[in-house]
């Protein structure tokens, strides 16, 4: 019989690791007013008044359903060009660019705010919801549902 040489601890300094993690997302709150304010930008060019972002998620999973833009009252579509965002190092000690579509960097942000106001949207029942780019204001609102389920239990005696 073979025996496998015992595992070596692994001693993790989670006072390290969850330091690391305050800095990521002090970093990422930081360049977020940067990062809105370019999105904003991309919006007002062509004369995008509103885009409506609707997600849902459960079961710890979680998606953006629908991304619709309007300009005043029609339909529009979203700005076919490349926008630089401010991304937060992992370790929250710098930044880096990354250069994606309108549409990606939509969602970058709703799941960046999703994850800010909400963590765990997406775990167990879950959640949905709405956010609401109002251009004009150059605002984000959003419209957050929680899912859960109840139990009431009732006994009696006679």
Known sequence: MD????????????????????????KTASLMPLNKAALFDAFQTVGITLVTV????????????????????????????????????????????????????????AYQLLTQSHPGWENNDGAYGEFRFAVSARTITLDHN??????ESFEHEW
């Open 146 to 151: 929680d899912r859960y389920t109840a139990v």
């Open 3 to 26: 025996h496998a040489a015992p595992l070596t601890p692994v001693n993790i300094d989670w006072g390290a690791v969850m330091a690391r993690h305050a800095a990521y997302e002090a």
């Open 54 to 109: 609707a997600f849902d998620g459960g079961g710890d999973s979680g998606q953006i359903e629908s991304v619709d833009a309007v300009a005043g009252d029609e339909p529009a579509d979203l700005p076919q060009v490349q926008i630089t965002l401010l991304k937060a190092q992992p370790d929250g000690s710098g930044t880096e660019t990354a250069i994606m579509s309108v549409a990606d960097a939509i969602e970058d942000l």
